[in-house]
């Protein structure tokens, strides 16, 4: 399973993050799964 690392950004995501994707995935469809994730 392909890994997206999110690198630290002191306002946006201040301690990174690594993300799994599904093979064919879009980075765009990964990062709005995972804030989804994040805000529920």
């Known amino acids: 399973m392909p890994k997206i690392v999110i690198l ?3 306002d946006l995501c201040p301690d990174g993050a690594v993300l799994e994707a599904e093979t064919g995935e879009t980075i765009l469809d990964v990062a709005l799964r ?3 994730r994040h805000r529920d």
């Open 8 to 10: 630290p950004h002191q």
């Open 34 to 36: 995972a804030a989804q």
